[in-house]
Each structure stands twice: as C-alpha cells, then as structure tokens.
C-alpha cells in the first residue's frame, strides 16, 4: 500500500514563507514526475510545479520566481518552499506522484495522490 502525506500547510501572512512537504511510503520502486497542484474555493485545480526524476523542474507563471520544487530520493520526499506569498495563493496544495510500486510481486506504475494541506495567506 502506497500512501503521499503532505504536510508544512498552515496561516501565514501575505509576505511570508511555508514549506510544503509530500512524503511517499510503502512498497516503492521508483517514483517518477512528481506535481504539486492547489485548488481554490470555487476555482479549477491548478498545476503549480513539476520536478522530474532527472531534477528539472517546471513552475506555473503565478509562482515562478517566488516558489521553489525540490525532492530528496533518499527519503521519498518532495518540497515546495513558497516565498513572497500573497492572499491569491490561498488554496488547498496537494501533491502527486508517478510512481512504481512493487504488489505481489509485479511492478505496478500509476499516479498517487495526497490529501491535501491547507494553505491561507491573510493578515
């Protein structure tokens, strides 16, 4: 069983910095792409940022600049530090990820979720 926690959400004020993190555990193989995506109230799900397997990383116009993706392989685990925050990043951040787990045997690839961390920006 193949579980993506995140974790680092919480109340800042616009200006300030979170760290996000997504840590995967169970019967992994190999974690390929890994997003982090937001969703607002009332607004569609957004990709936010990619990092490959390779370490290159792609950011959406609204956060580049201002947040930085990173993973640690070592220990299943991917970041997102936001810096410069402002009230329009309020959302919900989710983390996915395309990973190869091992289940009985055979190597299974598909995309994990997490469930989701709550980020508000608001003075």
């Known amino acids: 069983q193949v579980q993506l926690v995140e974790s680092g959400g919480g109340l800042v004020q616009p200006g300030g910095s979170l760290r996000l993190s997504c840590a995967a555990s169970?019967?992994?193989?190999?974690?390929?792409?890994m997003d982090w995506y937001r969703q607002a109230p009332g607004k569609q799900r957004e990709l936010v940022a990619t990092?490959?397997?390779?370490?290159?990383?792609n950011y959406a116009d609204s956060v580049k600049g201002r947040f930085t993706i990173s993973r640690d392989d070592s220990k299943n685990t991917m970041y997102l530090q936001m810096n410069s925050l402002k009230p329009e990043d309020t959302a919900v951040y989710s983390c996915?990820?395309?990973?190869?787990?091992?289940?009985?045997?055979?190597?299974?690839?598909?995309?994990?979720w997490g469930q989701g961390t709550q980020v508000t920006v608001s003075s």
């Open positions: 990092i490959t397997s390779g370490g290159s990383t």
């Open positions: 169970g019967s992994i193989f190999r974690i390929d792409a």
């Open positions: 996915k990820a395309d990973l190869t787990s091992v289940v009985v045997g055979l190597r299974v690839k598909r995309d994990y």
